[in-house]
């Protein structure tokens, strides 16, 4: 059964502290691997696509990789206005068409 | 601005009554898409169009209903059916049909059940 783990279910983080964020995941095959940021009582706002192992994405603070068994994101010194639940999405092949699997998000908290 | 827009934002309804939630696009996208939002768990795909007038049922679409007349409107029906139907309801959308593009998704409707 294709499968997606995130850890930890939350982290609380001092404003600087760099850390990273857990996806595993269990699929067939892997078509896509997405990361989303979703804020409290909002929509999940996109973040990377990650397509194959040992590929990797940055995007200010956050930088994402991935290989065959699972992705990280990375926090580099993060803010307060970085936290936030991030999202984990797998899209298999073989998968019903547009159904991705979510994992249950890490709830990132930076204090200052 | 482009984007999707969900109404209302706060819903509530009594046990046995239909409601409908509203998800417009101005994106001009061709798929979209219903989830559903529970505490301690993943989004979940209750409904998904691919075109206009088609649609298929996700993995938890018992006691919802769909309909896609207009590319730009995708409203979602939870029925009296749903028996648990308190949660956070996300719509999104897709440029193009394959399922490997990006989401783009609308703020949500949360619906309570009184």
């Known amino acids: 059964e294709d499968q997606v783990t995130q850890s930890p279910e939350a982290l609380r983080l001092q404003e600087g502290e760099s850390s990273s964020l857990n996806c595993s995941y269990t699929?067939?095959?892997?078509?896509?691997l997405f990361w989303y940021r979703q804020d409290p009582g909002k929509g999940p706002e996109f973040l990377f696509t990650?397509?194959?192992a040992g590929e990797e994405k940055e995007k200010e603070r956050l930088k994402a990789t991935l290989t065959k068994k699972e992705s990280f994101l990375h926090i580099t010194a993060p803010k307060p206005e970085d936290s936030a639940t991030y999202l984990c999405?797998?899209?298999?092949?073989?998968?019903?068409?547009?159904?991705?699997?979510f994992g249950k998000g890490t709830k990132l908290s930076v204090k200052p | 601005d482009g984007g999707i827009t969900q109404s209302p934002k706060y819903l509530f309804r009594k046990e046995g009554q239909n409601v409908t939630l509203s998800c417009e696009q101005n994106?001009?996208?061709?798929?979209m898409y219903w989830y559903r939002q529970d505490p301690g768990q993943g989004l979940r795909l209750i409904y998904y169009?691919?075109?206009?007038?088609?649609?298929q049922k996700g993995d938890i679409a018992e006691g919802y209903s769909v309909s896609r007349e207009k590319k730009e409107s995708f409203p979602l029906t939870v029925t009296s059916a749903q028996k648990n139907p308190t949660a956070f309801y996300l719509c999104?959308?897709?440029?193009?049909?394959?399922?490997?593009?990006?989401?783009?998704f609308g703020a949500g409707s949360r619906l309570t059940v009184l």
């Open positions: 990650l397509y194959s």
């Open positions: 994106l001009n996208h061709d798929a």
């Open positions: 999405a797998v899209l298999a092949y073989g998968g019903s068409q547009g159904n991705l699997i």
């Open positions: 999104a959308s897709e440029l193009g049909r394959s399922g490997a593009n990006v989401l783009t």
């Open positions: 699929v067939s095959g892997l078509r896509g």
């Open positions: 169009s691919q075109i206009v007038n088609d649609f």
